[in-house]
């Protein structure tokens, strides 16, 4: 039995009905790993010990006749999500070697449930990027071509699901943090509503736009894991006090009388020929199955990329602020507190330097109101965009990601181009709305593309019918990478 082959839900149903052991699975994925990531480098910290340590746990858990959601699957976390033990650095150096004594909560419900975690995964230094290129570590590279990007900034965690590397991980999306990666590597990326998942424990890069969202092979792969992530948090002021349904229950795939709706913002200049092709296909396939498509409008979304470019970064520089070489972080002394403090937060990559800038200086006496106080203005427009958008239809639809991967250094000297790359995404995030990412086909480069699909607050279990829907008509979760294998090794591990 190829276990690496098998998807998150395929591997617990196997560990249900005695096929395998949860030691298998996770000696089967670390092997894999050992084997292709040296040239993906998905991950920035492998926790093999622990996880097989967490494995032979699983399986004595299930001896004794427990039946957790994901007990024994082997998942991966974005290395800005607190686990205890492991060091967690956001991708940068400023955090290199901090040890956690405390699980993020998102982490504590996943044990709780059983799964295994593997490690933490590469990001773009403290979440700021698109394209995992801004690691203060290394670059991770796109599976499907290792001379592209993965999306960002929760690439790593993309392209470890797209490899086969990991069942399932946990990534976060301010701006399509987890949607454009999901796009760019071929698989289920969903970024619920904000607060539907609690932060508590997630190292803060934007406070009022971060949230915590989860990457799958399949759509019932995310539903399953965000069936045991979701729910009130007493200890995180933002987390919503609202029932969870069952998700994989939702998935039914009847979209019968669904309304679809295609903003025309979202077919404009900018957008690859061949990605509006088959976001058209996927519609066309909904509409095969009982759906109907409505031409809407979003019209503040073309001014959500500028407003997003200036509360993120103001949130930045307060949220970052702290690294200040007295309170968080290492300590670089210098002749006196100024010195010190330059030498400390020199430590900071080049991007993250200059959203501080940017956000500092749309705070400062002078600018807030002009600045920083006319995004929160443009903020509500949107969001009262996207609230009358739905009292006409049910969910939106659109492009995930405007082109395919781009080449690695293909646009880090040019930070506007970069930026662009989530302009199909930050809409959502300045809004109330959930919204996933789901394959809907490749382009002549063989490069995934990705279909973007949006909601009404907490109306995750719709928009994840509508996409297992679709799913069912495509075999596009199907297909893997052809990786290289640099290691020794066998993925294909027998079980008794």
């Known amino acids: 039995m190829n276990l690496t082959a098998l998807t998150l839900t395929q591997l617990r149903d196997a560990l249900r009905a005695g096929d395998t052991t949860s030691v298998a699975a996770t000696e089967a994925a670390i092997d894999r790993i050992t084997r292709v990531d040296n040239e993906i480098r998905s991950f920035l910290t492998l926790a093999d010990e622990i996880a097989l340590e967490q494995a032979a746990a699983a399986d004595r858990r299930r001896a004794q006749g427990d039946d957790s959601p994901l007990l024994g699957v082997p998942v991966a976390i974005k290395d800005i999500i607190c686990n205890e033990g492991i060091e967690t650095t956001a991708g940068s150096r400023i955090l290199e070697g901090f040890v956690p004594p405390y699980d993020a909560f998102v982490v504590k419900r996943l044990k709780q449930a059983g799964a295994v975690i593997l490690g933490q995964t590469n990001l773009d230094e403290f979440a700021m990027g698109s394209s995992t290129e801004n690691s203060a570590f290394f670059p991770t590279r ?21 490899a086969r590397l990991a069942y399932g991980a946990l990534g976060t999306d301010t701006g399509g943090s987890v949607r454009q990666p999901a796009a760019l590597c071929g698989v289920v990326g969903i970024r619920p509503t904000y607060g539907r998942v609690s932060r508590r424990g997630v190292i803060a890069y934007a406070s009022s736009l971060d949230q915590v969202g989860v990457f799958g092979r399949t759509v019932a792969d995310a539903a399953a894991m965000l069936q045991v992530i979701a729910g009130h948090d007493p200890l995180d002021s933002t987390s919503l006090a609202a029932p969870v349904p069952d998700y994989e229950a939702a998935l039914t795939g009847k979209v019968v009388g669904l309304r679809l709706g295609v903003p025309r913002e979202y077919f404009g200049d900018g957008i690859d020929g061949e990605v509006a092709a088959a976001v058209e296909d996927a519609l066309a396939r909904l509409v095969e199955l009982g759906a109907t498509v409505h031409e809407i409008s979003l019209p503040h979304a073309p001014y959500a990329l500028p407003a997003y470019y200036l509360i993120a970064p103001a949130e930045a520089s307060a949220n970052l602020a702290r690294y200040d070489g007295v309170r968080f972080g290492p300590r ?112 002549s480069q063989g490069l995934p593309i990705g279909l973007q699909l949006i909601a009404n607050t907490l109306q995750e279990g719709l928009i994840l019918n509508v996409a297992h829907a679709y799913e069912q008509t495509t075999d596009w979760h199907e297909r893997a990478p052809d990786l290289p294998d640099t290691g020794g090794g066998d993925d294909s591990t027998e079980t008794e």
């Open 332 to 443: 670089l002394m210098g002749d006196d507190v100024t010195a010190t403090l330059k030498k400390t937060r020199a430590l900071f990559g080049e991007e993250v330097k200059r959203r501080i800038m940017m956000g500092t200086y749309a705070l400062s006496a002078g600018y807030y109101e002009a600045y920083y106080g006319r995004a929160l203005k443009v903020r509500t427009l949107i969001q009262q965009d996207f609230q009358r958008a739905f009292e006409h239809v049910d969910v939106i639809a659109a492009p995930t990601s405007p082109t395919t991967a781009f080449r690695l250094g293909e646009r880090t000297a040019d930070p506007l181009t970069m930026y662009l790359s989530d302009v199909l995404t930050v809409p959502v995030n300045l809004s109330a709305a959930c919204a996933l990412s789901i394959p809907c086909g490749f382009d």
């Open 142 to 162: 796109n599976p499907w071509d290792l001379q592209r990007v993965p999306g960002g900034s929760s690439g790593g965690s993309a392209a470890a699901v797209a």
